[in-house]
């Protein structure tokens, strides 16, 4: 079983910067994309950022330019970078990984973590 803890969100003000850490843990063998989602309130979840175990990166074009997604592999660790975030960024914002054992996807979740952007 994986588990994954979110953490780094709050309150932000439009311009200002956070970031967000996703660090798994527990009995892994092999992780493979890992990705932010969020969900703003009244709305579906959505893709906000994903990179591969190579390093290949994609965003959705609504952050593109202002956030960075990276990852230290060393420490399992999946972190977002939301430089001059927008009220419209406001969302619960949950990590995603793939872990892969045997030849098998399992996904996981991590729990949320709130980001509220205003002044």
């Known amino acids: 079983q994986v588990q994954l803890v979110e953490s780094g969100g709050g309150l932000v003000q439009p311009g200002g910067s956070l970031r967000l850490s996703c660090a798994a843990s527990g009995r892994l063998f092999s992780i493979n994309t890992m990705a932010w989602y969020r969900q703003a309130p009244g709305k579906q979840r959505e893709l906000v950022a994903t990179?591969?175990?190579?390093?290949?990166?994609n965003y959705v074009d609504s952050v593109k330019g202002r956030f960075t997604i990276s990852r230290d592999n060393a420490k399992n660790t999946v972190y977002l970078q939301m430089n001059s975030p927008k009220p419209e960024d406001t969302a619960v914002y949950y990590c995603?990984?793939?872990?892969?054992?045997?030849?098998?996807?399992?996904?996981?979740w991590g729990q949320g973590t709130q980001v509220t952007v205003s002044s």
């Open positions: 990179i591969t175990s190579g390093g290949t990166i």
């Open positions: 995603n990984v793939g872990h892969v054992v045997h030849g098998l996807l399992y996904n996981y």
